[in-house]
C-alpha cells in the first residue's frame, strides 16, 4: 500500500508575504467565483491558511478583492 505524500506549505517553502495590499497573491487562494480555498486545496499549513483567510477579508473591506463574482 502506498503512503501519502505529505503536503509541504508553499508560503513556508518559498518564504511568501501575506499582506492585503498584494491582492494578486491572495488571489492565488481563491477560487474563480471569490470564495476562500479550503486548506486540503490551497495546501497550505493552518496557521498559514488562517492568515491568508484574515488577509483576504481585509483586502475585502479595503474594496481590494470583490466579496463575490459574477459566475
Same mark, same amino acid.
Given at each position: 500500500?502506498?503512503? @501519502?505524500? %505529505?503536503?509541504?506549505?508553499?508560503?513556508?517553502? *518559498?518564504?511568501?508575504?501575506?499582506?492585503?495590499?498584494?491582492? /494578486?497573491?491572495?488571489?492565488?487562494?481563491?477560487?474563480?467565483?471569490? @470564495?476562500?480555498?479550503?486548506?486540503?486545496?490551497? %495546501?497550505?499549513?493552518?496557521? *498559514?491558511?488562517?492568515?491568508?483567510? %484574515?488577509?483576504?477579508?481585509?483586502?475585502?473591506?479595503?474594496?481590494?478583492?470583490?466579496? /463575490?463574482?459574477?459566475?
Amino acid at each position: 500500500m502506498r503512503r @501519502k505524500r %505529505r503536503q509541504v506549505c508553499e508560503v513556508c517553502k *518559498h518564504n511568501i508575504q501575506l499582506n492585503y495590499k498584494r491582492p /494578486e497573491e491572495l488571489r492565488r487562494y481563491m477560487n474563480r467565483l471569490g @470564495k476562500i480555498l479550503p486548506r486540503r486545496v490551497s %495546501r497550505l499549513c493552518a496557521k *498559514h491558511q488562517r492568515r491568508v483567510s %484574515r488577509e483576504i477579508k481585509r483586502a475585502r473591506v479595503m474594496a481590494l478583492l470583490p466579496y /463575490e463574482v459574477e459566475p
